[in-house]
């Protein structure tokens, strides 16, 4: 069983930074492949960033990629989305997921029924 708790989200005018953190919890955290997903209103969940626990060639959705950076602390059972450059149209509540898995990210970024596990999400609000 992994668990995913989601923080730092919150409100900030565009332009500026935040920074997501997901805990993960469960006895083979480090043999799961790590992302983060979005929802806007009105809108499909879409994906956002992965990555390995190993920290090797990350995936981005084209429209993030030199914007947000998502990293992992080992040592924490930590991933962490930075956010920087955020635009209104980045607003969403944003989902840190989990799944077990040996293909490549760019195959697990086409749909969310891929993953596994999911966090509750956090709000993050970019105004104009």
């Known amino acids: 069983q992994v668990q995913l708790v989601e923080s730092g989200g919150g409100l900030v005018q565009a332009g500026g930074s935040l920074r997501l953190s997901c805990a993960a919890s469960?006895?083979?955290?480090?043999?799961?492949?790590m992302g983060w997903f979005r929802q806007a209103p009105g809108k499909e969940r879409e994906f956002v960033a992965a990555i390995r626990w190993s920290g090797v060639a990350p995936y981005y959705l084209d429209s993030v990629k030199g914007r947000f950076t998502i990293s992992t602390d080992n040592a924490k059972n930590t991933v962490y989305l930075q956010m920087r450059s955020l635009k209104p149209e980045d607003t969403a509540v944003y989902y840190c997921t989990a799944k077990q898995g040996i293909r490549s990210l760019e195959y697990y970024s086409g749909t969310d029924s891929l993953w596994d596990y999911w966090g509750q999400g956090t709000q993050v609000t970019v105004s104009s």
């Open positions: 469960g006895r083979t955290i480090n043999t799961y492949v």
